[in-house]
């Protein structure tokens, strides 16, 4: 479904931060993507977001060429890859089921971005979706008062809501006490598996990794170094990172 192709990111008069990464993800599956501080882990997500310009390389996904397919093709995966910050945008002042409803500028009609209205179907696919992502129980609390791991949430449900089918997500749970951590991390698995979502997830801890993850891409100074499925990490492995 994704295949990135020799990526490469070169700062203009800097360093090249990612070099010739190559990988490809299926429909439906959570990828942990592990590395030292510095190794290029926020790039990867950033530039799969088209947050930030490719020096070089090739994305394809469902089979088209997107740099190749022009502006559409371009506006097609805004829509449907969510870039997720490690502390997302949400207005504080509105509920998190009304933040869940209120997309972000690409997914959302400009009237509802304003008025925040909303018609009853969505209002009950948003509860859905809080639901799945573990939060029925804070849909009307206002988003001021949320903790991070919650607005992160809040930020995962908006971004299926809005019929996003890649979540791309820097740190999700980092900062959280390792028990609401895992509960997290196993709500987001379960909407992969169930929704045929795809997750990208900087994860910083290896166990959580191999715990929740079907895959886990390791890099370091900007260059895949592993990319392996259904196991563990070998002693090699780790020492590679
Ligand atoms: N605009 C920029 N100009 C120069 N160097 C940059 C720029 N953006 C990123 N870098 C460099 O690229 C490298 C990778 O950065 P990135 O933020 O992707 O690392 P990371 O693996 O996410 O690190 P961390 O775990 O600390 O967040 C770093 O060495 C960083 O200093």
């Not at 009237?111 to 179907?121: I, Y």
Request: glycine content about 10%.
């Amino acid at each position: 479904m994704i295949k990135v192709m020799h990526l490469m990111k070169k700062i203009p008069n800097g360093p090249t931060v990612l070099n010739d990464i190559t990988f490809q993800s299926g429909r439906g599956e959570l990828i942990a993507v592990m590395g030292a501080s510095g190794s290029g882990k926020s790039m990867l997500l950033r530039c799969l977001g088209l947050r930030e310009s490719w020096s070089g390389g090739s994305l394809w996904v469902d089979g088209t060429d997107i740099f190749r397919k022009g502006y559409t093709a371009k506006l097609k995966l805004w829509r449907e890859f969510a870039y997720l910050e490690e502390k997302p945008a949400l207005n504080p002042n509105r509920t998190a089921l009304k933040n869940t409803l209120v997309g972000t500028r690409y997914q959302t009609p400009w009237w509802r971005m304003l008025t925040g209205m909303v018609r009853n179907d969505d209002y009950m696919g948003a509860m859905d979706m809080l639901e799945k992502v573990g939060l029925l129980d804070k849909a009307h609390a206002k988003s001021s008062t949320l903790s991070g791991g919650e607005r992160q949430r809040v930020a995962v449900a908006r971004a299926l809501v809005h019929g996003a089918r890649v979540i791309l997500a820097d740190e999700p749970v980092t900062g959280l006490d390792p028990h609401a951590a895992e509960a997290i991390l196993n709500d987001l698995r379960n909407v992969c598996h169930t929704q045929g979502v795809t997750m990208i997830l900087v994860l910083s801890q290896n166990d959580w990794a191999e715990r929740f993850a079907d895959r886990i891409l390791g890099l370091n100074e900007g260059e895949l170094v592993f990319d392996i499925t259904g196991r563990r990490l070998t002693q090699r492995e780790r020492m590679l990172l």
